[in-house]
């Protein structure tokens, strides 16, 4: 920046040594050219160094058979699929949990920091203990304890608690519910689902406008609401209304059929949601905060409930200061994930570890989940970012 | 996990830094003997194998061969410094130089001994795959598994072999993979699983040694099944063949003493014997520490302060110790066992 300051000044003709704009190139091609030299050192020390070792370096192992099963999978996987797969399938379930894990965090967290600011003085301090207890404590010891917790506490398969008429099952090998068989129709119920959710954000929009224009309020929050879960049912009545269900029942050594959420990813997911609620609810409790008491006293004098006044007046305001450290709390989300592994849930770094010791391989594959973390890393930040410009006070 | 990060992102730096570089024979052995102490990976914890006492002394077989070595370069069994590593640690800890060998119940594999950089120098101990699952599911063998939950350790060949057996069998199977192996036994005694599964000797530590009460022993068998070659020895890392030579020798020169019926007790008298081999085996008549690169008396000074294999064997798994694992593959050649040392000569 200094140097096109001072190159945009009036040129003087002085010797190339002392010429600033050339000056600062130099300066800056040393300081590239040293970046690489150095990149080229250990690069070329660490080829090196493993080729002298013997130990086999590249990505070829990726094609390679993984040998090694995974508990829990979101696609299809067996020992005989490749290394690339077996960490694919990690990366989807480390994804799994750090979504979920940012959507309830996010609701979980704001209803606590509201809570904290209740005028109701059991509400506010049940809130005020939750968040120091959760904040406080190591998140690693909270997902110990859930694990133990649904480890030790829920029965075995045979003994399993049942509920709904012998439909639901819940043991220490995870909660067992019968799901739809598989079936064509599911496919174009996904896609009414999303042609749902589109109608719902173009119909709000109609609704915002006219009321603008007209000061006429539209209900556009529960039509939303009937536009998203109507067009999949619609489809499904049109494909024929399937209604085969695959039910969960003891077979041998356990469950088979339904779906089963397992207590790892339980474990983890709730640690997570339970350990950065804690976080949110102080951000949100600051946004709020950070607003002039004017505003809800304005709220208040204009009739709003003081549901209203929050929904409307106060935490649309919030939101300018609550998301950028919230950006923050989702990449904490994503990345304390990783603790999956101190109890047994199979996510990226699982993934990764064991086929760093199955190929020796460390470099690589570290490579690999740096790569892996940073992009989704990146795209959060990134589609924070875009939402915090959209939000962001519009100066005329 | 984060240890593991960090012993990976550290054995990522030393190989990038180039600390690790060691291509001159010798030249690890010097860093020893420099340093004054042998750093020896060892496990987290299996009875009988690699454990901290109660007086924080790590003992067990696997302890001994560290020991043996350390007594073979030092003269003195206890320069040694154990570096517990979980399954998923030991190998990048021993290829960056975090350790100076593994002695902690790894398989000798092909991938191992080559791609990883690694030389495997002996078989401490011939073991096997089992199976345990508790006595109240009914289970009378591996072929009735189809369907079980199986807790395993991650990044070991036990978690292959469990593939494998189950793909060859037809049988499917749920993984509960956690990486301490307290968590590991915890998650199956507290019924996460049906079926624990690591090699026959670990099974019968963890059984003799972990069952939470109320439950006992009794409440759990190891099924009959072996399904896999595990034989458990020494690993060094490619570059020093002659510090690879003294690990790997002071192993046989504990097999070879039990053969020639010298003991830790018995040695100092068999220093006055007329036997030649005894007399070369012990250093009375020189010439073998110096071929090793270590002092002549070497094998007096492992057998003095360890002992021989057999005792080590008793004294940690066999008779002499909760566990009470019969010496059977692990015997003597000469009393039909596989163990068998090439002549010290």
Request: charged share 15%; hydrophobic share 45%; with cysteine.
């Amino acid at each position: 920046m200094a140097v096109e300051a001072l190159g945009s000044a009036p040129r003087v003709k002085v010797a190339p040594w002392n010429d600033p704009v050339i000056r600062g190139w130099v300066f800056q091609i040393v300081v590239v050219g040293l970046v690489a030299a150095l990149a080229w050192y250990l690069i070329g020390n660490t080829l090196d160094n493993l080729n002298r070792q013997k130990i086999a370096s590249g990505f070829d192992y990726l094609g390679r058979e993984a040998g090694f099963e995974i508990g829990d999978t979101m696609i299809s996987y067996s020992p005989a699929s490749t290394y690339a797969r077996a960490i694919w399938v990690g990366i989807l379930n480390t994804l799994r949990v750090a979504v979920l894990g940012i959507i309830l965090s996010t609701i979980l967290g704001t209803l606590v920091g509201v809570g904290r600011l209740s005028p109701n003085w059991l509400l506010s301090k049940i809130c005020e203990w939750y968040v120091e207890a959760f904040r406080n404590v190591p998140l690693l010891l909270w997902l110990f304890l859930f694990y133990k917790l649904i480890s030790e506490a829920f029965p075995g398969p045979r003994q399993a608690i049942s509920a709904f008429w012998n439909s639901v099952f819940l043991s220490n090998r995870g909660l067992y519910f019968p799901v739809p068989v598989t079936d064509p129709i599911h496919k174009w119920m996904a896609v009414g689902l999303l042609a749902g959710i589109a109608g719902a954000i173009a119909l709000h929009r109609w609704a915002k406008k006219r009321q603008d224009a007209t000061g006429q309020p539209f209900p556009s929050i529960s039509a939303g609401i009937a536009v998203v879960l109507g067009l999949p049912a619609l489809v499904w009545l049109a494909g024929g209304a399937p209604t085969a269900m695959s039910w969960p029942a003891l077979k041998g050594f356990n469950f088979e059929g339904g779906a089963v959420i397992q207590p790892e990813f339980t474990a983890l997911l709730v640690g997570l949601v339970l350990y950065t609620s804690a976080f949110v609810a102080e951000i949100v409790r600051s946004g709020i905060l950070a607003l002039h008491k004017g505003q809800s006293e304005a709220a208040a004098a204009l009739g709003l409930s003081r549901g209203l006044a929050m929904r409307l007046v106060l935490l649309p305001q919030a939101l300018r200061v609550i998301v950028p450290p919230m950006t923050s709390q989702y990449l904490n989300i994503t990345k304390n994930s990783s603790l999956a592994i101190a109890i047994g849930y199979p996510d990226l770094v699982a993934s990764i570890n064991v086929t760093i010791n199955q190929t020796g391989q460390a470099i690589e594959n570290i490579l690999l989940i740096m790569a892996a973390y940073l992009s989704v890393s990146l795209s959060i930040s990134a589609f924070m970012n875009w939402y915090n410009r959209r939000i962001a006070l519009t100066e005329r | 996990m984060r240890k593991v990060m960090m012993v990976a992102t550290a054995g990522i730096a030393a190989v990038v830094l180039g600390t690790a570089g060691t291509a001159y024979a010798g030249k690890e052995l010097d860093a020893i003997k420099a340093r004054g102490q042998l750093l020896c990976g060892v496990g987290t914890g299996t009875a009988g194998f690699h454990l901290a006492n109660t007086q924080g002394k790590w003992v067990g077989l696997n302890v001994d061969v560290c020991r043996a070595v350390s007594a073979a370069i030092f003269g003195d069994a206890d320069k040694v410094k154990y570096v517990p590593l979980t399954s998923q640690q030991r190998f990048t800890a021993l290829q960056s130089g975090e350790v100076d060998m593994l002695s902690n119940n790894t398989t000798w594999t092909l991938t191992r001994d080559t791609a990883l950089g690694f030389d495997f120098t002996g078989v401490t101990y011939y073991d096997g795959q089992g199976f345990m699952v508790p006595k109240k599911l009914g289970v009378k063998n591996a072929k009735e598994l189809n369907g079980a939950t199986v807790c395993v350790a991650p990044g070991t060949t036990t978690e292959l072999n469990l593939a494998d057996y189950f793909r060859a069998n037809k049988m499917t199977f749920k993984p509960v993979v956690i990486e301490k192996v307290d968590e590991i036994r915890s998650a199956f005694f507290s019924g996460r699983c049906d079926v624990y599964t690591t090699d026959a000797s670990s099974l019968a530590a963890t059984r003799a040694a972990n069952v939470p009460a109320p439950l006992t022993i009794e409440d759990f068998v190891i099924l009959p099944e072996i399904i896999s070659k595990e034989p458990l020895g020494p690993v060094v890392r490619h570059g020093d063949s002659q510090f690879a030579d003294i690990v790997r020798w002071a192993l046989f020169a504990m097999v070879e003493a039990e053969e020639y019926g010298i003991t830790s007790k018995n040695v100092d008298e068999m220093l006055k014997s007329d036997n030649p081999t005894i007399k070369r085996i012990l250093g009375t008549t020189p010439g073998m520490g110096k071929a090793l690169g270590v002092a002549d008396n070497w094998v007096y000074q492992i057998i003095k302060q360890v002992g021989n294999y057999g005792e080590s064997f008793d004294r940690n798994v066999g008779p002499g110790s909760p566990l009470k694992i019969e010496r059977g593959q692990n015997a003597l050649w000469t009393k039909g066992g596989l163990q068998y040392a090439p002549p010290i000569r």
